[in-house]
């Protein structure tokens, strides 16, 4: 510290409170506040404070402040002047400073008290900029980040001295940032909620007089960017010279590779078996498919056979999920094993969409820009991902968690809005997505997921570097993904955000036709909202029976053009004819003066002619091209805007395309899933893929879970018949019989619903059955954020109920304690007038065969399978499974459930038995 400079004082404050609203009553009950200076934690105080009311229960199950801990405390107005004296020439800090701040200030007006008007630092905005890969930014997740222990998380003191520990380590990291951050950073101050100027000016100031030198970082075009190792060494291939039996009895024995590496390692049978399966599959050059149950240790027993056979054959083995979530963990945890377990270096690369990446190019375009337009979201956004690429290797947008307006900036900067870098461009030796696919030449292991390898597979094989040989992971969601790139998907939004983008870019003085351009865009926009909003009609006109309603409340209708009205069809044709002909004049303009230009706008300009012409191929498709092997719908939200209209279409046999341009074209594909089967048979999965039976391999793993030990699958008899009965009947028993569960569970139970209208009037009910301060109900779609953050939400409350509808059914892990009771409310099959069901029914009933046994009965098995595996993910887990739809027992199919899950004891009896039962076991 300079002669004569002050010291840098920052008082951290973190507030108990009744609620959320002084304005409406809730007051202080506790409060904490810890004075940091010179980098180090100098002062603590904290005090309960005395309310003006009781402490709701669940403040006090969340804090553990109860009524007696505050009867004796002050009252706010006599600790006052010591908040003051803290606060006094300090920056106010707070994780979420607006609520802490606003809070105390409010509190202080029903004082008659001046409000504090101090500097202040939120450390949640400061934690997203300086740790932009931390993985979430409540105070808890950063403490884990940051290795600082929190010893009583929601206790005023506890929380304060966290962030303070947190504060010291985010300005730390500030501080290290290079120079040229910093100046970038500063730029963005204003916008900010963070009063930063004064430090960051003071850090830059620093730098000035200091020879810095980052051997991590390089400094280009005035960016900071993490030096990356461009892997030019030719590494001599190493030969493995063990065999594969060999190779695994070493691995999996006793005394084995896996046991010495691995911290608690179990042997589980399975993963062996499941190791040798799929090797053979590889080596005979088969397809094949084999289910894992739960607790197979299912990703180890493929990543093995995976990297051996690539070592030992020097070739490529191409690993595809579902989920880009499972792509992170096989690199992050699978990938490191093998490369200790593995005496040949293993080479292997995450391989996602272009739109996953950062364009450096256009991101420099953008960050020159004056912020002065930008909102808040976008300003965030441009400062995290200047701190992120002093630290990122791949610019892989899945390792930051961006603002919901920053989403939508991504797509200014991502290298999909790049549709061509000019190998001359300053940027392309550093290209995040063209080093990725350097490195996947290079990789024995191409970890990407359906979606893309589907994409790749449209485009010819274009994307991915060749390769013969391929597991697929939840592999019975492989061909829904394929029908998808098969087919189309077109809605209002992305067509006027097309428009709009042509619209606003400016065509410069060169060309003297830039008016009619402008007016081509102008009847373009005006075409598409009448365009779609006519569809809207159409589709809300419809009677009840020719439409259904999906799990996200939008009403949904099979699209046959000689169906229509003959006017409503002779309109159609009109306005789609009309909107064509428009789209395909601002189509020959562009043509037309696309060499004038060049740079970004050539580039901007090409890469809006390919989307145009997508939409011109979309459109006539969907409208003008009829096809009876496609089926196509249309989905409006009822209550929603006139134009929120979405378009889809897919093939209507998959398989047999799958068979064509993948399965016929490659060595060996392997897929595996935890629900493969119905009834121990692969056969409705092989059609769905178009796979020949006798040219693939099946097996079938058993989980080593004992099942009949951990679970209950119990089915109340007298709950009433939804087939026949008042469905508001239905959902008021049932919502009943899960409040009354939850009474013996403590909580902890996840509902499973089929439709987003059954889940929402049960949340209601609920919430009338329960007192506030009983359960915690969190509802998918109803109760704010993402499926993880929801499911994080429920483990971090004792007594909580979560409902949820359709990506719940899978890929939810809550193991331990955290879940005790998974309720299905009825057995998950699709509504019959569903366009896909509908139209594959018909197709099906053309063949002779009958659709409930041949497609919506397998569909719905693998979904409750998929439903089932929710509560049991350890061998320690233990809990009930509630039906309650008796069709699982009182249906002749009913079997097909029952016995294409583990063997359970099953309890079927009325509900109050039922939940005697369920008091017993637990």
Known sequence: MKVGERMTKFAIVDLETTGHAPAKGDQIIEIGIVIVEDGHITEQYSSYVQPNLEIPAFITGLTGITDEKVQDAPKFNSIIAKIRSLCKDAYFVAHHVQFDLGFLNEALYQEGEPPIRSKVIDTVELARIFAPRAPGYKLSQLADHFHIEHQAPHRALSDAYVTAELLIRLLEKGKSLPVETLEQLIKFEPKLKSDMHNIMSNWIEEKKFQLESNDQVEVYRGIAIKKIDNDTDEEEPTEITDSFGHFLDDTFGETGALQKLMYQYERRAGQKDMAEFIFHAFHEQKHALIEAETGTGKTLGYVLPAVYFALKEQTKVVVSTYTTQLQSQLLEKEIPLMQRLFSVPVKAVVLKGKSHYLSLNKFEQEIHKPPTDDNYDVVLTKSMILVWLTETETGDVDEIHLPSSGKLFWRKINAEAEHYLDPKSPWFSRTFFQRVKRKAQKSNIIVTNHALLCTDMINDFQLLPSYDYIILDEAHHFDKTASKHFGLQLDYVSTQFL??????????????????????????????????????????????????MNDVGRIQFVYEHGKLQTRTAELLADM??????????????????????????????????????????????????????????????????KNAVFLYCEPLNVGQLLAEQFYNQKKSVVLTSATLTMKGSFDFLMERNGLDESETNTKKIPSPFNFEEQVRLLVPSDLPDIQYGNEDDYVQAVSYS?????????????????????????????????????????????????RTRLKKNFQSFDQAILLGTSSFWEGVDIPGESLSAVVIVKLPFEPPNHPVYSAKAKHLKTKGKNPFMSLALPNAVIRFKQGFGRLIRTKTDRGIVMVCDQRILKTKYGKYFTESIPKVPIVYNDTEAILEEADKWF
Do not use: P
């Open 738 to 786: 899960i409040y009354e569960l939850a009474k013996i569970t403590n909580g902890r139970m996840l509902v499973l619903f089929t439709s987003y209208k059954m889940l929402r009037q049960s949340y209601e009910m609920l919430r009338q059955f329960t007192d506030q301060d009983d359960f915690v109900i969190i509802a998918q779609g109803i109760s704010s954020g993402s």
């Open 499 to 548: 428009l709009n983008g042509l619209l606003q870019f400016q065509m410069g003085e060169t060309i003297v036709e830039g008016d009619e351009f402008h007016t081509l865009c102008e009847n373009a926009k005006s075409q598409a909202d009448d365009f779609f909003r006519f569809l809207f009609e159409i589709v809300a006109k419809q009677q009840t029976g020719n439409t259904s």
């Open 576 to 641: 789609t004819g009309r909107f064509v002909f428009t789209l395909k004049e601002m189509e020959r303009f562009l043509i037309k003066h696309i060499n004038q230009f060049s740079g970004e706008k050539r580039d901007t300009l090409t890469r809006k002619l390919g989307q145009i012409e997508t939409l011109i191929r979309s459109i006539e498709a969907f409208f003008l091209q009829n096809s009876e092997q496609t089926v196509k719908w249309i989905e409006i939200e009822s209550l929603g805007a």
